[in-house]
């Protein structure tokens, strides 16, 4: 039987289980961002705003005449922004905010959908897989977890841009706001990298569940090998 058809059986098998983890992965990283902020300004946010979503990518859609422009425009449409003000200018400037992006919290969704399946599979090969093997999947995976959720963070500060962006993440983590900033352009290839690695994870565990082709085969191979040894 095929390692995805396994993985799929597996994972549909603790399907409660892996839908949880997913839901605590995802909401855990946008709550972490949130956390991270108030940590580092020790100000509380104190407003809330939520945009119409919905109606800015009609909007978008219906007034942009280059594809590629539309598309750009809306994978960076705002839906929900939680930050701290500071009124002592006018009407107030935003010192820093949180900014839920729907494009960026999707690729978010996948990283914990495919974290938790990680999780769900290494769970299921506890006793069948050997303990250096299950920590080098675990390393790997949360590896892969950090990278592609630190290229995927939306938060904002005024030292740095009104645009929310994970470099932005980088600078309030303390890196130089000019060396973050220089890394902006790998942002995607980051997150995909991050991915990827978590997919492979996920098909190596795969491959070692119990009626996978490899442990077939394993199993066919040893009876043989047995067979043409000498007595």
């Known amino acids: 039987m095929s390692a995805l058809v396994l993985a799929r059986h597996e994972i549909g098998a603790s399907a409660g289980l892996w839908l949880a983890l997913a839901a605590g992965f995802f909401v855990g990283f ?4 949130l956390a991270l902020l108030i940590l580092r300004f020790e100000t509380f946010p104190n407003y809330l705003t939520v945009y119409d979503w919905p109606g ?3 909007r978008i859609v219906r007034m942009t005449p280059s ?7 809306a994978l960076d449409e705002w ?3 939680i930050g701290s003000m500071d009124f002592a200018y006018g009407h107030g400037i935003a010192e820093w905010s949180f900014v839920l992006v729907p494009a960026k919290a999707a690729v978010a969704l996948v990283v914990a959908l495919l974290l938790a399946a990680d999780v769900v599979l290494l769970r299921a090969l506890r006793k069948a897989c050997p303990l250096p093997a299950r920590l080098g999947a675990s390393i790997i995976a949360t590896g892969g977890a950090l990278l592609a ?3 995927t963070m939306t938060m904002t500060w005024v030292v740095c841009c009104a645009a929310p962006s994970w470099v932005v993440g980088l600078a309030v983590l303390g890196v130089g706001v000019a060396t973050a ?5 790998i942002g995607g290839w980051l997150s995909l990298a991050g991915i990827l690695l978590l997919a492979a994870t996920a098909t190596a565990l795969a491959r070692r569940l119990p009626g996978s082709r490899r442990e077939a085969a394993a199993a066919i191979a040893l009876p043989a090998a047995l067979a043409r040894a000498p007595s």
Request: net charge negative.
């Open 149 to 151: 959720g630190a290229a």
């Open 30 to 33: 946008e709550l972490f961002q």
């Open 56 to 58: 800015n990518i009609a």
């Open 67 to 73: 594809v590629a422009d539309m598309v750009s425009i």
């Open 181 to 185: 900033f220089a890394l902006q352009p």
């Open 79 to 81: 839906l929900i922004e």
